[in-house]
């Protein structure tokens, strides 16, 4: 099954770059190691920039995950931090994340536009955070190859 991730343009970078090994979101819904993630940037970019491995994965309080992340995570910066603190250890819910270590990155073989998956797909919104969707997945590696509709 694909997943598809949001990033802002700097953090999908720091991804596919090797610059951050993890990444923590409020949980949605399952993700297992070895599954690849679909990486989409935001704006200003708005396309699907590259694919990530998923090595490990923690779910569980985000107070819990704190420990997971200081254990797993080497380049985790001082940005990361405060955002997980702010958003997640602060937050006066008590928020089940899903942390998770990147494993191997790449860039695709061409970014794919949202507007070009949307001729194929109108209306298309990319997940605010994460979802799984094995269409736009499929779609957009084949789109990113420079097949299209026809090789689906």
């Known amino acids: 099954m694909g997943i598809v991730m949001s990033f802002k343009p700097i953090y999908a970078e720091q991804i596919l770059r090797g ?5 923590i979101r409020t949980y949605f819904g399952p993700i297992e190691p070895g599954e690849e993630i679909l990486v989409y940037e935001s ?5 699907f920039t590259g694919l990530f491995s998923v090595r490990e994965v923690f ?3 985000a107070s819990e995950a704190i420990e997971w992340l200081r254990q797993c995570c080497e380049l985790f910066d ?3 931090w ?7 250890v602060g937050s006066r819910r008590r928020l089940v994340v899903i942390a998770i270590e990147r494993g191997s990155a790449r860039r695709l073989p061409r970014a794919v536009p949202l507007a070009e998956v949307r001729r194929y797909i109108p209306g298309y919104r990319p997940p605010i955070s994460y979802a799984r969707d094995d269409r736009v997945f499929s779609l957009v590696l084949e789109l990113s190859r420079g097949s299209g509709l026809d090789a689906l």
């Not at 610059?19 to 990444?23: A, F, I, N, R, Y």
């Open 19 to 23: 610059m951050k090994d993890c990444e």
């Open 43 to 47: 704006t200003p970019v708005k396309a």
């Open 59 to 61: 779910v569980g309080w």
């Open 78 to 80: 001082e940005e990361n």
């Open 82 to 88: 405060r955002f997980v603190e702010q958003h997640y």
